[in-house]
C-alpha cells in the first residue's frame, strides 16, 4: 500500500519554539516535497529533495530547513516558529521526472 | 505573477449538473497539467491529468479540455454527485522541471443533492 505518513498530525507550539515536522514514505521514491497550504492561497513549494542530502529551495523557503538523511524520510525544520507560520503543512513524494506525485495527510501546525 | 489562476473560487451545482472549473496558465514551457482532488482532512489526490499534446482527455464523468494557444484548460464533471464536493486543484509544471508542480488556488466545489 503506497503511503506518504505525517507525523504529528495536528501540532500546537509557542512562538519562538522550535518545530520538527516529519515525514516518511514506503515507496522509495527519489523525490519528496514539503508545501504549506493556506486558505485561498493553495499549494505553495516550501523545499524539494532530489534525494539524500540533495535539497533546494522552492518558492517559499525563508524561515525554514529540511533534512532528508534517508530515502524513505524527509523533515522540515523551524528555528524559532512565528505565527505566520501557522498553516497546514503537507508532505509528498514522487519516483523521479514525470511521475505522479503523492501526498500524505497534513500536519495542521498553530503557532501562537 | 501568479503563474497558474483558476476560476470560479467556489462553484455550487445540483447533483446530476455538469460541473465546470477554470484554469489558466503563464508559462508556455509547461506541458503537464494534472488535476489534485482534495478532501477535508485529506492530502490532494491525483484525479486526471493531461500533457499539451492532447486537447482533450476523458476518465468516466471527469473530462480535462485543453487549449494550447490560448494557455486554458478546464475540467468538466458530469453528472456531479455529492460525493464529488471537495477542492479542485490545477496545477502545471514541464518536463525538465523534476516534478515541481505550481498550483492554483483552487476551486472549491459543492454538489447540492
Same mark, same amino acid.
Given at each position: 500500500?503506497?503511503?506518504?505518513?505525517?507525523?504529528?498530525?495536528?501540532?500546537?507550539?509557542r512562538m519562538?519554539?522550535?518545530?520538527?515536522? =516529519?515525514c *516518511?514514505? +514506503?515507496?522509495?521514491?527519489?523525490?519528496?516535497? %514539503?508545501?504549506?497550504? +493556506?486558505?485561498?492561497?493553495?499549494?505553495?513549494?516550501?523545499?524539494?529533495?532530489?534525494?539524500? +542530502?540533495?535539497?533546494?529551495?522552492? /518558492?517559499?523557503?525563508?524561515g525554514?530547513?529540511?533534512?532528508?538523511?534517508?530515502r =524513505?524520510?524527509?523533515?522540515?525544520?523551524?528555528?524559532?516558529?512565528k505565527?505566520?507560520?501557522?498553516?497546514?503543512?503537507? @508532505?509528498?513524494?514522487?519516483?523521479?521526472?514525470?511521475?505522479?506525485?503523492?501526498?500524505?495527510?497534513?500536519?495542521?501546525?498553530?503557532v501562537? | 505573477?501568479?503563474?497558474?489562476? $483558476?476560476?470560479?473560487?467556489?462553484?455550487?451545482? %445540483?447533483?446530476?449538473?455538469t460541473?465546470?472549473?477554470? @484554469?489558466?496558465?503563464?508559462?508556455?514551457?509547461?506541458?503537464?497539467?494534472? %488535476?489534485?482532488? $482534495?478532501?477535508?482532512?485529506? *492530502?490532494?489526490?491525483?484525479?486526471?491529468?493531461?500533457?499539451?499534446?492532447? /486537447?482533450?482527455?476523458?476518465? *468516466?464523468?471527469?473530462?480535462?479540455?485543453?487549449?494550447?494557444?490560448?494557455?486554458?484548460?478546464?475540467?468538466?464533471?458530469? /453528472?456531479?454527485?455529492? *460525493?464529488?464536493?471537495?477542492?479542485?486543484? @490545477?496545477?502545471?509544471?514541464? /518536463?525538465?522541471?523534476?516534478?515541481?508542480?505550481?498550483?492554483?488556488?483552487?476551486t472549491?466545489l459543492?454538489?447540492?443533492?
Amino acid at each position: 500500500d503506497m503511503k506518504v505518513t505525517q507525523m504529528p498530525r495536528y501540532l500546537i507550539k509557542r512562538m519562538g519554539e522550535n518545530v520538527l515536522l =516529519e515525514c *516518511g514514505q +514506503d515507496m522509495s521514491h527519489e523525490t519528496m516535497y %514539503w508545501y504549506r497550504q +493556506d486558505p485561498g492561497l493553495g499549494l505553495q513549494l516550501i523545499y524539494i529533495s532530489y534525494d539524500v +542530502d540533495s535539497n533546494s529551495e522552492g /518558492d517559499i523557503p525563508k524561515g525554514y530547513r529540511v533534512s532528508r538523511k534517508k530515502r =524513505e524520510h524527509f523533515s522540515l525544520i523551524l528555528d524559532s516558529a512565528k505565527t505566520n507560520q501557522t498553516s497546514v503543512y503537507f @508532505c509528498a513524494s514522487s519516483g523521479g521526472r514525470n511521475t505522479e506525485v503523492f501526498f500524505g495527510k497534513g500536519t495542521r501546525l498553530t503557532v501562537v | 505573477q501568479q503563474q497558474v489562476r $483558476q476560476s470560479p473560487q467556489s462553484l455550487t451545482v %445540483w447533483e446530476g449538473e455538469t460541473a465546470i472549473l477554470n @484554469c489558466s496558465y503563464e508559462d508556455s514551457t509547461f506541458n503537464y497539467f494534472p %488535476w489534485y482532488q $482534495q478532501f477535508p482532512g485529506e *492530502g490532494p489526490a491525483l484525479l486526471i491529468s493531461i500533457r499539451s499534446v492532447s /486537447d482533450k482527455k476523458e476518465d *468516466g464523468r471527469f473530462t480535462i479540455f485543453f487549449n494550447k494557444r490560448e494557455k486554458k484548460l478546464s475540467l468538466h464533471i458530469t /453528472d456531479s454527485q455529492p *460525493g464529488d464536493s471537495a477542492t479542485y486543484f @490545477c496545477a502545471a509544471r514541464h /518536463d525538465s522541471g523534476y516534478n515541481k508542480l505550481t498550483f492554483g488556488k483552487g476551486t472549491v466545489l459543492l454538489v447540492s443533492p
